[in-house]
């Protein structure tokens, strides 16, 4: 999958998904967390890698879903969309590798998560 709202490197074993809307805060869209699922689906069976770090370009780590996207959405497509989000925490809880969040400027909404505590 070639990648438009992500980045996603590897280096010395460890991979990086870098949210790559700084314009909108890197605010989540139907295509980024398609992208997002897909480039930790790649970290989960690359043998290569080692540790996962997720972070955000510009100055704000995530700004949580794309609240001009969710205005457009169907009943339907805003379920759809929910289930995407879940996916992405799915798929971050249940990796076997280490996921790490590196915040660097705002985190909001999604961007913080279903974290107790936070």
Known sequence: MNYTTICYTITDRIAVITFNRP???????????????????RIQTDPEVKVAMLTGAGKAFMAGAD?????????????????????????IEGCAKPVI??????????????????
């Open 67 to 91: 609240i001009k996207e969710y205005a457009r959405q169907t009943p339907a497509e805003f379920i759809a969309f929910q289930t995407l989000g879940r996916q992405i925490y799915a798929g």
């Open 101 to 118: 969040a590196a915040i660097n400027g705002h985190a909001f909404g999604g961007g913080v998560g279903d974290c107790p505590g936070v």
């Open 23 to 41: 314009a909108q805060l890197n605010a989540m869209n139907r295509k980024m967390m398609e992208e997002i699922i897909d480039a930790l689906n």
